[in-house]
């Protein structure tokens, strides 16, 4: 079992930059992956949650939606047992309460299905104006 917390959220204009943390506890040895998601209102039935960076613990390798490539950035620092997403030239469309969720185990599934997630923190809402 593991618990999360977001924090970081807020509001900026479009072209600001906002640096999300993802606090960890519980049993965090057990971690597989860390994702980052978003949910945003208005979006169609089973496009809700969008997956949008998750990371491996051991490896440390990553991936992005292509919402998000080359803006975002997760990384992860074990010692402190936190997860991070730097946003940097933040849009209007990057307006959404975002959530981190892990996956505990040896292996999981896809990163950016939240189906493949069985533990989420409560979301922190991000609100970039134009």
């Known amino acids: 079992q593991v618990h999360l917390v977001e924090s970081g959220g807020g509001s900026v204009q479009a072209g600001g930059s906002l640096s999300l943390s993802c606090a960890i506890s519980?049993?965090?040895?057990?971690?597989?992956?860390i994702g980052w998601f978003r949910q945003a209102p208005g979006k169609p039935p089973g496009k809700e949650r969008e997956?949008?960076?998750?990371?491996?613990?051991?490896?440390?390798?990553?991936d992005y939606a292509d919402s998000v490539k080359g803006r975002f950035t997760i990384s992860q620092d074990s010692a402190k047992k936190t997860v991070y997403l730097q946003m940097n030239s933040l849009k209007p469309e990057d307006t959404a309460v975002y959530y981190c969720?892990?996956?505990?185990?040896?292996?999981?599934?896809?990163?950016?299905?939240?189906?493949?997630?069985?533990?989420w923190g409560q979301g922190t809402q991000v609100t970039v104006s134009s």
């Open positions: 969720a892990a996956i505990l185990g040896l292996h999981g599934g896809r990163w950016n299905q939240p189906s493949s997630y069985a533990f």
């Open positions: 519980g049993n965090t040895a057990s971690i597989y992956s």
């Open positions: 997956g949008i960076a998750g990371i491996w613990r051991t490896s440390g390798g990553t």
